[in-house]
């Protein structure tokens, strides 16, 4: 009964041993084949329906980091997490500021 557990898990290991060289083998190809295919199905969208949806596809991710930056929410934390620090750093002075007058 042993050796069927052994043989199990031998052929467990060569099993993905062949499917990590499979994949190594196989990625250059797939790349290959598929970068000429992306740029070809873009050149096709572009021709088709024009420069609009370029425009919003590449400006897309810069708004919607730029809205996650200063959406009210995220202008809050900035502006309490500055005023905690402003706050702990007053408190650490030791000393009376002179009074000048």
Known sequence: MMWRVTTMMKSRTWMVWDLAVTAV???PIIVIVLIPLTIS?????????GEVPFA???CAPLA???LRLFSPRALTRHFAALLRLSL???SELNYAP????
């Open 98 to 101: 002179r009074w000048i007058g």
């Open 88 to 90: 702990s750093r007053s």
């Open 56 to 58: 919003l596809a590449l």
């Open 64 to 66: 919607f980091v730029l």
């Open 25 to 27: 083998l196989l990625s």
């Open 41 to 49: 199905i873009g050149l096709d969208v572009f021709g088709r329906f």
